[in-house]
């Protein structure tokens, strides 16, 4: 590594998650299913859904980005570029990134969104550090997923799957050895037919047929993606641990994709990394795409110190996958946080 590279650091995380809770109980009386099965074959109890009408995945964001720049007191003008991860952006264009800037009131700079899928805060992340590294002083980074307007509530296999939610972080230049450090990114097109949504692209405009087909909705092989979720993560956290000649005891917390408990727990077999350090949240909100990573860095804050070394990990449609190896860059903060993500 090069060490005099100028490297990119979190300097502040802020998230959102609508009120409304879904619970397995609800979901149990739309289709065949039970919060037994959920609950073991997931891990999760509830999630979260935006039920106000008109609003979308920038709504998410905005309010993240909002409390991000409220948290790190930190002027919208200052922002030189905010880039946007996620899978059910608002419209095909104009990008998402934009809209949520728009609607925070960011005039400066400029913002484009990133595609690739549960993986696109991490490719995200990872883009906005090279921005920082080559000169920018303000990125902001979001994952925003209003995973509930392409979720099929009538398919048992994935509407107990997904909740709606956001998450930003701030990256600034660091002036210490703490940041960004190095990260595996990998991803394979073989995978587009086993996780997708078919409908409303250039493939399959959307025409009264792709409606009645159910196009529009996520489609997922459960199991196939199952397998290359396990080894995507396990192997890219390898990569990274073999290259900076990593142990289990060197690194504080593994900050994984929230999909599935067992596929947590196969990592945390896998490294015998204790669940303790492992961030786990998927019991509160499912699987919310892109917003998962900021979300549980959200509400870890307060346990985070300042040199720790974290493991981001995720997997995703694409197939994409990676992860991401940093060092923490501040102690807990002194205030409270401004809302709690799991307080109305
Ligand atoms: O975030 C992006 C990447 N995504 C992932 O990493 C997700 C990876 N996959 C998974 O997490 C799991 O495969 C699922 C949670 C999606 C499914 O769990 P599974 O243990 O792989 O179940 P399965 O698809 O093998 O289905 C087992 C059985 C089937 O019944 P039969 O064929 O054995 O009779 C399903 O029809 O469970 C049935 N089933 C359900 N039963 C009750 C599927 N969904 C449900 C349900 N309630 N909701």
Redesign the pocket.
Known sequence: MDVHRRRAKITGVGAYVPPFVLTNKDLEQM????DE??TT??GIKERRIMTQPNTASSDLGAEAVKQLLHKTQTDPNEIDLVICATATPDMLFPDTANVIRDKVGIRSGFGFEISA??SGFLYALETGAKFVESGLKKVIVVGADKMSSIVDYTD??TC??FGDAAGAVLLEPSDDDTGIIDSVLESDGMGRNY?YQKGGGSYHPATHETVENREHFIY?E??T??KF?VNGMVQSIKKLMQRHHLSKDDIQWVVP?Q??MR?IQSISNMFEFPLERIMVNIHKYG?T?TATIPLCLWEWENQLKKGDALILTA???GFTWGSIYLRWSYDPPATEQASPPDVE
Do not use: E, K, Y
């Open positions: 289709v065949d299913t039970s099965w959920i074959r997931t899928a549960c048992r296999t107990i799957l996780l997922q459960g199991r993606v199952f979720a994709h999909a599935n596929i699987n795409t997997f995703g449609g």
